[in-house]
């Protein structure tokens, strides 16, 4: 329940550090997928955030409506569409990076670099614990 909790938090605490940068989770997670799988179908990037198609597709037309990203179709599969940041995607990538960069150092604030690693061995456990 501790476990829980605390993820609750931070993910809520997470989520008000990007919308105060101009963001949200949802279009945090797309951006960054996107940036780090050039051209990346759909598929993939809902495979990558861990949402339904259907999920990830309301994103998109959302983001593509503020001229975030560019959808194409795949020369080689008509039925994949291929997704591309725009210069303004580009820009609010670079500042949510930098929000999360920010709120990724006053999370671990007074947590020396040895106590993070055993707790990332910890969390590898409890997920290969649930996974088996």
Same mark, same amino acid.
């Given at each position: 329940?501790?476990? #829980?909790?605390?993820?609750?938090?931070?993910?809520?605490?997470? =989520?008000?550090?990007?919308?105060?940068?101009?963001?949200?989770?949802?279009?945090?997670?797309?951006?960054?997928?996107?940036?780090?799988?050039?051209?990346?179908?759909? *598929?993939?990037?809902? #495979?990558?955030? %861990?949402?339904? %198609?259907?999920?990830?597709?309301?994103?998109?037309?959302?983001?593509?409506?503020? #001229?975030?990203?560019?959808? *194409?179709? =795949?020369?080689?599969?008509?039925?994949?569409?291929?997704?591309?940041?725009?210069?303004?995607?580009?820009?609010?990538?670079?500042?949510?990076?930098?929000?999360?960069?920010?709120? =990724?150092?006053?999370?671990?604030?007074?947590?020396? =670099?040895?106590?993070?690693?055993?707790?990332?061995?910890?969390?590898?456990?409890?997920?290969?614990?649930?996974?088996?």
């Amino acid at each position: 329940m501790n476990l #829980g909790r605390t993820a609750k938090l931070v993910a809520q605490a997470f =989520d008000a550090a990007l919308v105060e940068a101009g963001g949200t989770l949802p279009v945090w997670l797309t951006l960054l997928s996107v940036k780090s799988s050039e051209l990346a179908n759909q *598929r993939e990037l809902a #495979g990558m955030i %861990g949402i339904q %198609g259907a999920t990830l597709t309301h994103h998109l037309n959302a983001m593509e409506a503020q #001229g975030l990203l560019t959808r *194409r179709r =795949d020369p080689l599969n008509r039925r994949v569409h291929l997704v591309q940041l725009t210069e303004a995607g580009e820009a609010l990538f670079e500042t949510l990076r930098q929000a999360a960069l920010v709120f =990724d150092k006053r999370l671990r604030t007074g947590l020396p =670099d040895e106590r993070l690693a055993e707790f990332a061995r910890v969390l590898a456990v409890l997920r290969e614990n649930v996974e088996s």
